[in-house]
């Protein structure tokens, strides 16, 4: 019993670790950077990258720490 309930926290506390960063997504332009976007997490960052770099050009994905 005392292993399913130690599993059990272990599980929860490496879900909770995975939300501790947001993931934005700036447009780079020659002298700086512009948000564009906020993804859900690392995944959706990357899809929107991939989605839109032809038609926004540079991109790149900045993590922050949440509040």
Same mark, same amino acid.
């Given at each position: 019993? =005392? ?7 272990? $599980? ?7 939300? =501790?960063? &947001?993931?934005?997504?700036? $447009? ?14 690392? =995944? ?9 770099? =032809? ?9 922050? &720490?949440?509040?």
């Amino acid at each position: 019993m =005392k292993n399913i309930i130690i599993i059990g926290l272990l $599980l929860t506390v490496g879900c909770v670790n995975n939300q =501790k960063y &947001r993931y934005e997504v700036h $447009l780079r332009d020659g002298t700086g950077t512009m948000h564009l976007y906020t993804g859900h997490d690392y =995944k959706d960052a990357v899809n929107y990258i991939r989605e839109y770099e =032809k038609s926004h050009g540079d991109m790149m994905m900045v993590r922050q &720490r949440k509040d």
